[in-house]
């Protein structure tokens, strides 16, 4: 009996060990096939992506090639493969206008840097003003500077025209840069808000026990720790003003006062021919600055909307 008994025993021991290792070869087949499956779909994914990335970029791509080619084979030719290198277009484009295209570039960094410089300090004091002072009506004045946002630039266009012309500041750069400087952009004012409201309070009641005034606390305390805001403030300025055409068109008619992208715009002639080689080549020069500032500078543009508040 005792035997019997142990053979009994040793079998199911058997049987428990079989069904054990069976059980363990299916988890791992379970799991092998979910691994499968997931390396599947993240290969599906990246190709979906990369596939959506190409079709993004085409135009730019395009550009860029048809930069090199005879203005006659440009529409020719939709493709991306270069027959061979016509780098005559960048040496025409630069000296085809009245004056050589490094005029208008230098032109636009002027401009770029005055509205930068004033939205960077104009919007930050009224940022300040809003998110620290206690005033009255301080919500009804932050109500409708956030509506500011929602009016298009076009119904205001003819008024301020009419108000600078009659300050004789037609063909200058005061009409583009003034405005800067008295917080009109209310987007980055209200960013710059949110972002303030983030920091602590302690902060300034701590520097206001060592004799600090409103000032001082704005520029000691609240500005260093502003960066993010800042940097992000500079990026879509530095990309909007560059690439503004209305406001520039509107203000600016004389050829030495031209920006980049009425330059750009003087390739082109209704009536006669166009010179489209050249402007594309002289497109490619312009993108140069947007894209090493949105390069180097996009690890801040990340971080100033990620800590602005904005959800």
Not at 106 to 134: D, Q
Request: aromatic share 14%.
């Amino acid at each position: 009996m005792t035997d019997r008994h142990a053979d009994s025993a040793q079998a199911v021991l058997d049987n428990d060990v079989h069904l054990d290792e069976g059980g363990a070869a299916d988890v791992h087949a379970v799991r092998r096939r979910g691994r499968v499956g997931s390396s599947i779909k993240s290969v599906i994914k990246h190709v979906l992506m990369i596939a959506a990335a190409l079709l993004m970029i085409y135009p730019l791509l395009w550009m860029l090639v048809s930069s090199f080619r005879p203005t006659d084979e440009i529409f020719r030719e939709s493709g991306l493969v270069l027959t061979g290198l016509h780098t005559e277009n960048y040496t025409e484009g630069w000296n085809a206008l009245q004056y050589p295209f490094g005029h208008y570039l230098l032109n636009s960094v002027i401009l770029v840097l005055g509205c930068i410089l004033g939205n960077v300090i104009s919007c930050s004091l009224a940022a300040y003003a809003f998110a620290r002072l206690k005033f009255k009506f301080k919500n009804i004045f932050f109500g409708i500077m956030l509506l500011t946002i929602m009016l298009p630039m076009h119904v205001i266009i003819v008024p301020q025209y009419i108000m600078f012309s009659q300050f004789g500041w037609l063909n200058t750069f005061l009409p583009l840069i003034l405005p800067k400087l008295l917080a009109t952009d209310a987007f980055f004012v209200f960013l710059m808000v949110q972002f303030i409201r983030g920091l602590p309070r302690e902060l300034d009641e701590a520097a206001r026990i060592d004799g600090c005034g409103h000032w001082r606390i704005f520029f000691n305390v609240i500005m260093p720790l502003m960066t993010p805001a800042i940097a992000t403030t500079v990026i879509f300025t530095f990309i909007w003003t560059w690439n503004d055409f209305f406001s520039s068109l509107i203000y600016l008619t004389k050829p030495e006062m031209f920006t980049v992208p009425i330059a750009l715009k003087s390739f082109l002639d209704s009536t006669g021919g166009s010179n489209w080689g050249a402007m594309f080549a002289m497109s490619v020069v312009s993108l140069i600055p947007v894209f090493l500032v949105f390069l180097f500078g996009q690890r801040f543009l990340i971080r100033g909307i990620a800590t602005t508040g904005i959800k």
